[in-house]
């Protein structure tokens, strides 16, 4: 597989692992697997994978602590891809602002791993951030961020954030949320999961 490109799979799951490996293999890449940060450390020092599918909840040193870890010292040279069964939009936002491209929740479906993996290969690192000096130039991160995309990856990277800033508003209050995108309830959950985030139910939002 000479010239395949090269994908480090983080996760101290074997099962998860394994089933990334194989999928990842027949689709021609070439894949390392390391079963926690240390591992992962260890391999950034030799050399650089062309893509990181990252865990972020493992034993010791968590997915979010290497990412940061690696953004300190120069070491984010290559797109990483966060993953968790545990998937918030706080938690992707956080990711993503650190230096992440994307994120996945588990169970990852097939296609989407797959579309999600090409992307990130052919988009690459986004560009370098300036400081955050003010909320204009904090407005231009992002928008520089989001026209480096392709427009269904803009969209979706928008919603997450749009969806965000309402729902930590609104105290994560979807039914105050979908009344206020002009949405309803049960279209913003669908929507929710189609962009891989979940948010926790209140005692008024059962049964949607």
Do not use: C
Request: hydrophobic residues 40%; without cysteine.
């Amino acid at each position: 597989m000479m010239g395949a490109k090269e994908i480090l799979v983080v996760d101290d799951e074997i099962g998860i692992r394994e089933l990334l490996s194989d999928i990842l293999f027949e689709e021609g890449y070439r894949v390392s697997l390391a079963e926690n940060a240390a591992q992962a450390r260890e391999h950034r020092n030799r050399h650089t994978p062309d893509l990181v599918l990252l865990d972020i909840w493992m034993p010791e040193i968590d997915g979010m602590t290497l990412l940061k870890e690696w953004v300190a010292g120069g070491q984010l040279t290559m797109p990483v891809i966060m993953m968790s069964g545990h998937g918030t939009i706080d938690t992707a936002m956080e990711a993503t602002h650190i230096g992440a491209v994307d994120f996945l929740e588990k169970p990852i479906a097939l296609r989407k791993l797959l579309d999600t993996v090409a992307s990130a290969i052919r988009r690459g690192l986004p560009p370098p951030r300036p400081p955050l000096a003010s909320k204009t130039e904090t407005g231009d991160p992002q928008l520089s961020v989001l026209l480096e995309l392709t427009l269904r990856e803009a969209r979706d990277r928008f919603d997450a954030m749009y969806f965000s800033y309402h729902l930590k508003k609104e105290d994560g209050n979807v039914t105050q949320v979908a009344q206020k995108a002009g949405l309803e309830r049960t279209h913003l959950y669908r929507k929710l999961k189609q962009l891989g985030l979940k948010v926790p139910k209140r005692a008024g939002d059962e049964g949607s």
